[in-house]
T-cell receptor, first 113, second 119 residues
């Protein structure tokens, strides 16, 4: 199985400041045939199901604010929120869909400082 | 708009079978989509259980493969999860999820249902 490891486990950022979450996979999730990274990010607010925010490592899902961005390739990825808003408080998960079993990181809890 | 809604018992006895149904609206079960189940134990992370395509093809997470069955009913536009021989470790919020083949991502999720395994 591909193991996904996120850092940090929790993060407190002031409103308007940048928040960065890291994700590392135990093997590359870059498919050479189409040069795409099979890496997604999800946001889960309290009491709600996860919501897809980024896929192919850096493509924003429809309706997701442009303050959310993703970067990285191969085994190392980053989710960045450029200017934290109160509604961004949530747990964020990375997930690989390169191969089954699809696996998630352990989650990063983002709070307001 | 695509909507998924799961239904089933909220309490299952140990060694029994957990059975859930996911009703899909706004999309066809026969579309180019894998219909998926994901679970989340209380206060913990996400675990992929398995998926089915409308032609009957399935994939499972190996630790659950011997106990899980995911299937679909095209006539009812629903898909199902059966998990047998349950223990307290199977207590979790269960989500049904759409995974279209064009992106392979989990783009629509049901609200989730808590299933507790207890006598």
């Amino acid at each position: 199985d591909i193991v996904m490891t996120q850092s940090p486990d929790s993060l407190a950022v002031s409103l308007g400041e940048r928040a960065t979450v890291n994700c590392r996979s135990s093997q590359s999730v870059l498919k050479r045939s189409n040069n795409r990274n099979y890496l997604a990010w999800y946001q889960q607010k309290a009491g709600q199901p996860p919501k897809l925010i980024l896929y192919w490592a850096s493509t924003r899902e429809s309706g997701v604010p442009d303050r959310f961005s993703g970067s990285g390739s191969g085994t190392d990825f980053t989710l960045t929120i450029s200017s934290l808003q109160a509604e961004d408080v949530a747990v964020y998960y990375c997930q690989q869909y390169y191969t089954t079993p699809y696996t998630f990181g352990q989650g990063t809890k983002l709070e307001i400082k | 708009q695509v909507q998924l809604q799961e239904s089933g018992p909220g309490l299952v006895k140990p060694s029994g079978t957990l059975s859930l149904t996911c009703a899909v609206s706004g999309a066809s079960i026969t579309s180019r989509t894998w219909w998926t189940w994901v679970r989340q134990p209380p206060g913990k992370g996400l675990e992929w259980i398995g998926e089915t395509y409308h032609d009957g093809d399935t994939n499972y997470n190996p630790p659950l493969a011997s106990r899980a069955t995911v299937s679909a009913d095209k006539s009812k536009n629903q898909f199902f999860l059966n998990l047998n021989s349950v223990t307290a470790a199977d207590t979790a919020v269960y989500y049904c999820v759409r995974k279209p083949t064009v992106t392979d991502t989990f783009d629509y999720w049901s609200p989730g249902t808590l299933v507790t395994v207890s006598s």
